[in-house]
């Protein structure tokens, strides 16, 4: 296996430079180094590079010279290839593995791969050429392979590489003196690829090898599409036109070709000063420009000299390979794909949170991880957390054939799998996970193509049973919760496998469904969160002993309930604060709000149940920090996350005996389990607790335990991690038969 060493050059650019540095650990290649050149960075990057201690080799340049700073990083390079990537990129995981595989071929000294630009999914380029006097042209997707065409040395024509996906023979680089110093910016890997050419090498063009190009503004860019300096760039162009242009045609042909150059640009630049973008002194500043570059790039080619090194200076100051720690779970890698319409940095409830601690916990184990949600205007690929995340925006399709699926449902599901099938161009995709709710998968499901996993959260026909305000829109909207309740079901029956978190949520589906999830299919894997509590620190005084509600205020979380019992724990002379948390809008089944509808009837209480509202993640971490004890009276929860927040801040927890709850809690030991739709006993529960502060902490202490124990994210994964790798071991599950045309079922108006 070939060693590699990958040199980043950077200059300022501290936090895009760390996210190029991490994104590197998760390179399925393992024989690779890591030289970061800095030049003279004033931002951070020192501090940042200190922190990576002995696992990478650094270099400095002392100048704003690309090639010079490239240069130094082949000279402490001590892989036989040398690759560069940019300080505002990250590579595919399988990036290093295929261009290592273009040098099996000896002729090869050079080679790149496509770049995608700063969305994730457009191409920046997919192949490049040019020519001597320093035109190029780019494909911006897959075509007929440059590469033979244009391999013969003195082409007028050539391959080359993009400076932030490049790959090169070291000794190549040392014979041909690296990089020409003359070009600071700009042509500077196109002069190289042009002299490797002349000197009978090949420059491949790749059709794999991918690198995520999320180019940020420079020195020379305001915005990241916007020049505003053009001189390195005008005098890059003039020299190279002469070094190599005057080689296959005449001096007046090179004159015209940088002429036409020059009037180009000043068109790009007026264009910018009619929109706004440039100033009349970024005008005047480039015909100065022009100026000074042409003459400049003629003085330098009347000399005769390059700055290229001799090849005695790539061998000073030599340093012993260095290999780069990449992320390698035990077993082997695992490429994931999940489905959530909700993801951060956005809003989420339950869902989302669980799919961002899974996604980011396997990701942090080795796992090549990624997440499709929705996005607007045009697929978007970031990675955020270590994850991959595909932002899709939703495109009508097709209705499928022989099932009635809703059009809202339909039209997202088969936009996730468009993606789907992208993704896998890269490689090929172990699972795909998707949550029951909204049948997200449906169409992965239909197409039988996938592993795909339902993660298993409360049912549709569940939320019907105990929320009156759902059963009320069912009444209205029939045939359209008549078809998700179908889609559900077809989910359920035919897919490859089921993620839940306790026996409770599938007792329920079975039950409801009238369907058997297979056993031998099925894995029990308890939810986690990333823990919010501060530590010990000291908690806001109170004059009041603080009850705390977290959720929607509707009847399935049981608000009617806790409301009840603060009436009567004040009739019975308690002194407590309620505090409510949660949107108060929903409207209950007497036409008014649960809040409106108690402020009319209790307006004594005012001062004693609070209600705050939706909160943000800092005021809510507050709350739970500040309170004496959680309340969570649901009438069905298939787990209930807001247990494991309360029980991280180690406070004692009163929950209903009912669901994915009993699951969670000991009773008697980490909270106290109630019968639903019972305020009596929630009542004298929360009085047990406010007389006996000592419990109170005991309880609180025991669930923090029982948290740390089962319930952290790391400890979600490890268990996620070992179903998938059991389920793949098994040959994907029956797909669909076929049936008769069916039809969509349009979302109502809201």
């Not at 004033?42 to 400095?60: A, N, V």
């Not at 100048?63 to 590579?91: H, K, T, W």
């Not at 969305?119 to 001597?132: E, I």
Request: net charge negative.
């Amino acid at each position: 296996m070939r060693s590699i060493s990958v040199v980043i050059n950077t200059f300022n650019r501290c936090s895009s430079l760390e996210r190029t540095l991490r994104s590197l650990e998760w390179l399925d290649y393992p024989n690779f180094e890591v030289i970061v050149v800095n030049g003279p960075s004033s931002d951070g990057t020192d501090e940042l590079l200190d922190r990576y201690g002995g696992r990478i080799k650094r270099g400095y340049c002392p100048n704003r010279n690309l090639s010079e700073s490239r240069n130094i990083g082949i000279q402490m390079a001590c892989g036989e290839i040398v690759a560069f990537i940019d300080d505002d990129a990250y590579p595919d995981p399988a990036w290093l593995g295929q261009l290592a595989r273009a040098f099996d071929w000896e002729e090869v000294a050079a080679a790149g791969g496509p770049v995608i630009g700063h969305t994730g999914f457009w191409y920046q380029v997919w192949h490049s050429r040019a020519d001597r006097f320093g035109n190029f042209w780019t494909d911006f997707q897959p075509c007929v392979n440059p590469t033979q065409l244009l391999a013969a040395p003195g082409s007028l024509q050539f391959t080359y590489t993009i400076g932030t996906n490049s790959a090169f023979r070291r000794r190549v680089l040392v014979e041909l003196g690296g990089f020409d110093e003359e070009f600071e910016y700009y042509l500077d890997e196109t002069d190289l690829c042009c002299r490797v050419t002349d000197a009978g090498y090949v420059v491949e063009a790749l059709d794999d090898a991918f690198v995520y190009h999320k180019f940020l503004p420079s020195d020379i860019r305001e915005r990241s599409d916007v020049i505003r300096d053009w001189y390195q760039v005008l005098k890059s162009r003039f020299y190279f036109g002469m070094k190599h242009g005057l080689n296959a045609s005449s001096f007046a042909e090179v004159c015209a070709q940088n002429a036409a150059f020059v009037d180009t640009t000043r068109a790009n630049v007026e264009l910018n000063y009619e929109a706004g973008v440039h100033d009349q002194a970024t005008r005047d500043k480039f015909e100065q420009d022009v100026v000074n570059a042409s003459n400049l790039a003629l003085e330098l080619y009347v000399a005769g000299g390059t700055r290229e090194r001799p090849r005695s200076w790539f061998g000073e100051g030599e340093q012993p390979f260095l290999p780069y720690a990449t992320r390698r779970p035990p077993g082997g890698k695992l490429h994931i794909c999940f489905l959530s319409a909700e993801y951060p940095p956005d809003k989420v409830n339950g869902i989302g949170r669980v799919v961002h601690a899974l996604a980011t916990s396997l990701a942090q184990r080795g796992h090549c991880v990624r997440v499709l949600t929705k996005g607007e205007d045009h697929v978007r690929v970031d990675l955020e957390d270590d994850v991959w995340v595909h932002r899709v925006p939703v495109q009508p399709h097709d209705p499928p054939q022989g099932v009635a699926v809703p059009s809202h449902i339909w039209d997202y599901s088969a936009s996730v799998l468009d993606e789907l099938h992208r993704i896998e161009t890269f490689g090929p995709i172990d699972v795909v996970q998707g949550p029951n709710w909204d049948s997200e998968g449906v169409a992965v499901v239909l197409e039988g193509e996938y592993r795909y996993v339902v993660g298993l959260y409360t049912p549709l026909r569940t939320v019907l049973g105990v929320d009156p305000a759902m059963r009320q829109q069912a009444k209205t909207a029939a045939p359209l919760f008549e078809a998700l309740l179908g889609t559900e079901t077809l989910v359920y029956r035919e897919a490859t496998g089921y993620l839940a978190c306790g026996p409770a949520i599938v007792e329920e589906i079975e039950s409801q469904y009238g369907v058997s999830l297979p056993r031998e299919r099925l894995g029990f894997v308890a939810h986690g969160l990333e823990d919010a509590s501060p530590g010990p620190r000291a908690v806001e005084p109170s004059s009041h002993p603080r009850i705390l509600f977290v959720g929607r205020l509707e009847a399935r979380k049981g608000i009617d309930v806790v409301l009840d019992s603060a009436v009567r724990l004040a009739a019975s002379g308690y002194d407590f604060e309620l505090r409510v948390v949660g949107d108060t809008s929903i409207v209950g089944p007497t036409g008014a709000t649960y809040r409106e509808e108690f402020e009319r009837g209790h307006p004594d209480l005012a001062e004693q149940v609070l209600f705050l509202g939706r909160v943000d993640d800092e005021v809510l971490r507050k709350e739970y920090a500040n309170c004496d004890v959680f309340v969570a009276p649901s009438r069905f929860e298939s787990f209930g996350l807001i247990l494991l927040e309360a029980m991280m801040f180690s406070k004692p927890v009163v929950a209903t005996d009912i669901g994915g709850m009993r699951e969670i809690l000991h009773d008697g030991e980490s909270g106290i389990l109630i019968p639903p739709d019972d305020a009596d006993a929630l009542t004298s529960a929360l009085q047990r607790l406010l007389d006996l502060p000592r419990l109170r902490r005991e309880v609180g202490d025991r669930g923090r335990q029982r948290y740390q124990e089962f319930f952290t994210p790391e400890k979600m994964a490890e268990g996620a991690e070992a179903f998938y790798r059991a389920l793949r071991e098994q040959p994907p599950g029956p797909r669909p038969s076929a049936a008769v045309p069916g039809s969509v079922i349009p979302a109502p108006v809201v």
